[in-house]
């Protein structure tokens, strides 16, 4: 059996959850193109990364386990992954994110302590709308660090003063120019403009008290909820630094469209098929409702005409954030015209078409007035 993933992470196959969490961020920190610059650097990365999407995974290890081969567990799993391209487009771009937020490192401008906010867009179907839903999701996000609690600070270690720029943030040099001297400030490459460091940084996050990771999380989704809309988890965004407060996770949804259903805010829009007779005479029938095993009562009036719409009304979408009530069914009717007919059903439907005087022996059709 194969076992390139745990090769690549550089771990045994007994390894823990915490064991591989921790090679893949060392193993990260080495081969991401923002510091390290050989030619294989982001290959190398991206192996790494797919291997510790299928490790990190319960389900889809025990699948990779079981059989050896990255085929077998590639697109396996009970969890949803998210889109995230509006802020981050995956573990390569947290890492960058991570490096940014270091000290002589990234962005020149005073370093962000608070975390960020966070997007994801969430795909539901309109069975999960109508009833609810809970959606377990994967994601990447700088997370607090497990090893120092957040605050960035290993055994012993406190938060001082910077001592490169003395608490301002920011640091002044003198250039000696044939014009005289001239004096610049910038931003204090070691404490990013906070003014603050850490004397003995936790070596897991270099100080930060945040490190890359990959979440799992539940979102409950409420019934009626509609396209668009957007679900705030507070504190699931990007963890602050040093113990600084974490942004949220905004998730947007978007509805996919149904085989059968139409919405219409609340309401929704179906077919039904009924026969000439049934149109004719005026039936009672029955059509599946968006609930599963529900059954709609549809009286069908007599006269119904083809194209014509038929109000049920509580049988629609349950509305957003309003117990036990629902918008309507709107049923539109089609009249389904038999290909064949015996010789008796024919023989049977002239009288018909005599008895209403519908003349079916003239070969042209009249025009309706």
């Known amino acids: 059996m194969a076992y390139e993933y745990y090769d690549i992470l550089g ?14 961020r060392r193993k990260a920190r080495e081969l991401h193109p923002d510091v390290n610059k050989a030619p294989d650097a982001e290959e190398r990365f991206k192996e790494l990364n797919e291997a510790y999407d299928i490790l990190s995974d319960p389900q889809k290890k025990a699948i ?18 998210v889109d995230m391209s509006d802020i981050f487009g995956g573990m390569g771009d947290i890492f960058s994110s991570f490096f940014g937020g270091m000290g002589g490192r990234g962005n020149p401008q005073q370093r962000r302590r608070d975390g960020r906010d966070m997007g994801i867009g969430l795909r539901l179907t309109l069975e999960e709308v109508a009833r609810g839903a809970k959606k377990d999701i994967v994601y990447d996000r700088l ?26 943030g920011r640091v002044v040099s003198v250039q000696h ?13 070691d404490c990013g403009g906070t003014g603050r460091a ?9 100080g930060q008290g945040r490190v890359p990771d990959r979440e799992h999380l539940s979102i409950e989704i409420p019934k009626g909820i509609r396209d668009g809309q957007q679900i705030r988890v507070q504190g699931h965004g990007e963890a602050g630094m040093n113990g600084a407060p974490a942004g949220d996770l905004i998730a947007t949804v978007r509805i996919e469209p149904h085989e059968y259903f139409e919405r219409d805010g ?19 029938i029955s059509v599946e409702g968006i609930l599963e095993g529900e059954h709609v009562p549809v009286h069908v009036p007599a006269g119904c005409q083809p194209g014509q719409t038929i109000r049920v009304r509580g049988y629609g979408l349950p509305r957003f954030r309003k117990e036990n009530k629902r918008g309507d069914l709107l049923v539109h009717v089609t009249v389904v015209v038999p290909n064949r007919l015996s010789r008796k059903a024919k023989k049977l439907a002239e009288e018909l078409s005599e008895e209403i005087g519908d003349d079916v022996s003239k070969r042209r059709a009249r025009l309706a007035q």
């Open 64 to 81: 990779y386990d079981r059989y050896g081969t990255p085929d077998a567990a590639q697109g396996f799993g009970g969890y949803q992954s």
């Open 198 to 206: 850490i004397d003995n940084p936790c070596p897991e996050c270099q």
């Open 11 to 24: 771990v045994s196959r007994d390894a823990s959850d915490n064991d591989i969490k921790k090679a893949f």
């Open 143 to 168: 997370a607090p660090c497990e090893e120092c609690g957040g605050t960035g600070a290993a055994e012993n270690g406190h938060e001082v003063e910077c001592p490169t720029c003395h608490g301002s």
């Open 266 to 284: 609340d309401h929704l829009h179906t077919r039904a098929n009924v026969t000439i007779m049934q149109a004719a005479l005026g039936a009672d």
């Open 177 to 189: 120019t044939f014009l005289g001297d001239m004096q610049t400030a910038a931003t204090c490459p």
